[in-house]
T-cell receptor, first 112, second 114 residues
């Protein structure tokens, strides 16, 4: 079946702009995760959804970052007033409760 | 809080040689431990996981890892490297089980020499 998909695959924006990154999880997966992977580093946890609600958003770096999952499926990560330090690959993963996390290919965000 | 340290950001081995990638963890409670592989422009793929059952865990593609509580280690091994094993490998820990957030190490880039 289809895996986790993320769009766009690449996003280039200017400092100060607003961006949205989309994640389509595997059908039937109720848990969804966002991670950020900076160059030369491992992924860092941002936020975890169980269904429509954010069960743990402790990894969001500041209030410029926000994520939603209004219908318990697709999720959007929103970044306001982007900064150069936001440049990274943003990874999405989904799972069944207690199950293995399946990762998407990521969105590479570049802030100029 | 939990953390993971991967010793060696780059490891090179000859084709057919033993692969050993090191991972040490820190956790205040019994951990769940994972190894993921990342090929260029692809998502992370789970190689194997330790969830408090057998301490020697076998995964895909001939990889295995041994949980050693006394050493707080979870090193990844493969007896004979293939060219196709060249990729980046990440060790990760979770204290809630795989349904919660993973804390990753910084990764080890494996190069396989012909």
């Amino acid at each position: 079946g289809a895996g986790v998909s993320q769009t766009p695959s690449n996003k280039v924006t200017e400092k100060g702009k607003y961006v949205e990154l989309r994640c389509d999880p595997i059908s039937g997966h109720t848990a969804l995760y966002w991670y950020r992977q900076s160059l030369g580093q491992g992924p860092e946890f941002l936020i975890y959804f169980q269904g429509t609600g954010a069960a743990d958003d402790s990894g969001l770096p500041n209030d410029r970052f926000f994520a939603v999952r209004p219908e318990g499926s697709v999720s959007t990560l929103k970044i306001q007033r982007t900064e150069r330090g936001d440049s990274a690959v943003y990874l999405c993963a989904s799972s069944t409760p207690g199950g293995e996390q399946f990762f998407g290919p990521g969105t590479r965000l570049t802030v100029l | 809080a939990q953390s993971v340290t991967q010793l060696g950001s780059h490891v090179s081995v000859s084709e057919g040689a033993l692969v050993l990638l090191r991972c040490n963890y820190s956790s205040s409670v019994p951990p769940y431990l994972f190894w993921y592989v990342q090929y260029p422009n692809q998502g992370l793929q789970l190689l194997l996981k330790y969830t408090s059952a057998a301490t020697l865990v076998k995964g895909i593609n001939g990889f295995e890892a041994e949980f050693k509580k006394s050493e707080t280690s979870f090193h990844l091994t493969k007896p004979s490297a293939h060219m196709s094993d060249a990729a980046e490998y990440f060790c990760a820990v979770s204290v809630f089980g795989s349904a919660r957030q993973l804390t990753f190490g910084s990764g080890t880039q494996l190069t396989v020499l012909p």
